[in-house]
């Protein structure tokens, strides 16, 4: 089951802004939208973003996410050392009914 | 507060057994649909399947179907994961999270080797 694609890593310094990419296909990420999840190391993932732009109660509003057609984007702003963690995506993929993930983008604050 | 507590992990040979299960509280779990999903040592994550509020809908990835089965319990508000012929690949932590991936346990290590 392909997956889908994101930058292995993204480095950007202090108060910058970064941008994470994940691109699908029309039966996943074109479809639906993709989930964001946000993972430090030796923890559990936490939920950012769902079905593209709909954002849980509790996530900074440094976070922004947005889709154009088979491609996620995940924006943060004002980077903090907090911030520094692996991004997933992950979207269902109707043509194959299955929830596929990217591989993680390690995000690295200078 | 919703909480997700895993557990049963442990380590077993080559083609033996484990179940898991996985404790919720703070939702109404049988109104949500629920998900396993993976994370190998040092590796990304990768979903395993995921059971509807019901149980009429269950889907799997391809690496463990015909291996493993999610159940769940609305009334004990748990829900299952029964692991067969493991795998040394299928060595990870694993992860109950709520519909949308909205919410995540602290998962529980599954560590497969002879």
């Known amino acids: 089951q392909a997956g889908l694609t994101q930058p292995p890593s993204v480095s950007k310094g202090l108060r910058q802004s970064a941008t994470l990419t994940c691109t699908g296909n029309?039966?996943?990420?074109?479809?639906?939208?993709a989930a964001w999840l946000q993972q430090h190391q030796g923890h559990p993932p936490k939920l950012l973003f769902y079905r593209s732009e709909n954002r849980p109660s509790g996530i900074s509003e440094r976070f922004s996410a947005s889709r154009s057609g088979n491609t996620a984007s995940l924006t943060i702003t004002g980077l903090q050392p907090e911030d520094e963690a692996d991004y997933y995506c992950?979207?269902?993929?109707?043509?194959?009914?299955?929830?596929?993930f990217g591989g993680g983008t390690k995000l690295t604050v200078l | 507060e919703v909480q997700l507590v895993e557990s049963g992990g442990g380590l077993v040979q080559p083609g033996e057994s484990l179940r898991l299960s996985c404790a919720a509280s703070?939702?109404?779990?049988?109104?949500?649909?629920m998900n396993w999903v993976r994370q190998a040592p040092g590796k990304g994550l990768e979903w395993v399947g995921y059971?509807?509020?019901?149980?009429?809908?269950?889907y799997y990835a391809d690496s463990v179907k015909g291996r493993f089965t999610i159940s769940r319990d609305n009334a004990k508000n748990s829900l299952y994961l029964q692991m067969n012929s493991l795998r040394a690949e299928d060595m990870a932590v694993y992860y109950c999270a709520r519909d949308k991936l909205l919410s995540w346990g602290q998962g529980t290590l599954v560590t497969v080797s002879s």
């Open positions: 059971i509807t509020s019901s149980s009429s809908t269950i």
């Open positions: 029309s039966n996943n990420v074109g479809n639906q939208g």
């Open positions: 703070g939702f109404t779990f049988s109104s949500d649909g």
């Open positions: 992950s979207a269902w993929d109707s043509s194959l009914s299955v929830v596929v």
